[in-house]
């Protein structure tokens, strides 16, 4: 495997690794930028000695590895190492031993136990404002880059990243540390983690940059956490909605794709290759959350739109005009310019391209939405069914352009291709 084979797998690998390894070293450290230098390390270490020795024959254990190695040489650099120990754990989990009195006890009465569930607790403290919680948790455990949060946020990237480094100097400052809330504590941080979470699958399902249509690792990672925080909190309907919405969507991932990669749009998708057990559990967490008084919550709207599409076993069997409604709930419960947009495209489907397109329109001199490429390609779509293919061409490449995913990009640049005159 020559240099830049490595370089690409690695980097692959980082992506999927760095939130556990950021996660297992802020334990042991307490503190997260000195995680996330010493996750530095261990990746330029990776970059110095994989080309030249090879691949480890478990890269994921081997990062694991120089991670803990590091941060156990920081800790007793710092002459803290006894301290440290007591405090994070270290002599638990290096020589087996048996914690004694208050730490031991604090353990045991942990609610969680699992280190990234921890640090995104401790990135959602509520000494941080919402927003911060949700850039450093995206950070943290997304493993996001600051312009992939800055684009899910539909913000500057200058203001994300003060943001971040902001919350990490906060976080410092008030000494906050690396534990879980009890759950009598729990209510109040679950609004902040949701969101984190909803983001955080978004951005595998959709990835906003990037060679991939979809990044599964995010998704999978997403998942995991939110079935973990719903069996914390099994009576709370936004979780359950928010459970309901991915297992949905996660259930069309297997079908979204051909096996090069290249996407395959909803109404073209084999409906048969949709996870039909993950479907089953999406019903299952959404009756769930309906029963629980949460019918009319924004995660378990989307879920409910995403059952639809679930239940239509044809494209063209899917009740637009339910989504349609259903969309007019979820922009009273959350008010939001995508949330609009989307609407346009279910009210196009139900009542007509001309309906759609004009709250499409409307939605034009939003600032947030300014280069925005779903904006332009909900209008191409619009007006290539009104046939002003020239208007959906020039909306469609503009598309293209503003795009920063390589397959969404192919495919916007087919479409504007496709109003071209024969």
Not at 390 to 404: I, Q
Request: hydrophobic share 45%; net charge neutral.
């Amino acid at each position: 495997m020559n240099d830049a084979a490595v370089h690409r797998r690695l980097d692959a690998l980082w992506r999927m690794e760095s939130p556990k390894l950021l996660a297992r070293l802020t334990r042991i450290t307490g503190n997260i930028d000195t995680a996330e230098e010493l996750a530095q390390d261990v990746l330029v270490g990776a970059l110095e000695r994989w080309p030249r020795e090879g691949v480890p024959d478990n890269p994921a254990a081997w990062l694991m590895t120089a991670a803990k190695h590091r941060a156990i040489d920081h800790v007793r650099q710092r002459q803290l190492h006894a301290r440290k120990q007591g405090e994070y754990g270290i002599e638990l989990e290096l020589h087996g031993a048996d914690m004694q009195g208050d730490d031991a006890q604090r353990l045991a009465d942990d609610d969680i136990g699992d280190d990234l569930l921890r640090l995104l607790f401790v990135s959602c403290h509520p000494v941080l404002p919402m927003e911060s919680r949700v850039a450093l948790t995206l950070r943290m455990l997304g493993g996001l880059s600051t312009p992939e949060i800055a684009r899910a946020f539909l913000q500057q990237e200058t203001t994300v990243a003060q943001r971040i480094v902001r919350a990490k100097r906060t976080l410092a400052e008030k000494q906050v540390p690396f534990e879980v809330p009890r759950k009598a504590d729990l209510p109040e941080r679950v609004d902040a983690v949701l969101e984190v979470l909803y983001l955080v699958f978004n951005e595998g399902y959709a990835a906003t940059s990037g060679e991939d249509w979809m990044r599964p690792a995010l998704c999978e990672e997403a998942l995991r956490l939110t079935r973990v925080l719903v069996g914390l909190l099994p009576n709370e309907p936004e979780a359950l909605g928010l459970l309901a919405l991915m297992e949905l969507q996660a259930s069309r991932m297997p079908a979204r794709t051909q096996a090069d990669g290249t996407p395959i749009l909803l109404p073209e998708q084999n409906r048969a290759r949709w996870d039909r057990l993950q479907i089953r559990r999406g019903f299952n967490a959404l009756e769930r959350a309906q029963r629980l008084g949460g019918a009319q919550g924004p995660y378990a709207l989307q879920a409910a739109i995403a059952a639809c599409h679930a239940r239509a076993l044809r494209a063209e069997d899917t009740d637009w005009t339910r989504i349609a409604g259903l969309y007019a709930l979820l922009a009273r419960a959350m008010p939001s310019p995508v949330v609009e947009l989307n609407r346009a495209v279910a009210v196009g489907k139900a009542f007509g391209a001309e309906a759609g397109l004009a709250i499409a329109d409307a939605l034009r001199d939003v600032p947030s939405l300014r280069g925005y490429a779903p904006l332009h390609a909900v209008r191409g779509d619009l007006l290539q069914q009104l046939g002003r293919n020239d208007e959906a061409r020039a909306e469609f490449s503009r598309a293209a352009e503003l795009t920063g995913n390589a397959r969404e990009r192919e495919v916007l640049a087919a479409r504007a291709a496709a109003c071209s005159p024969a």
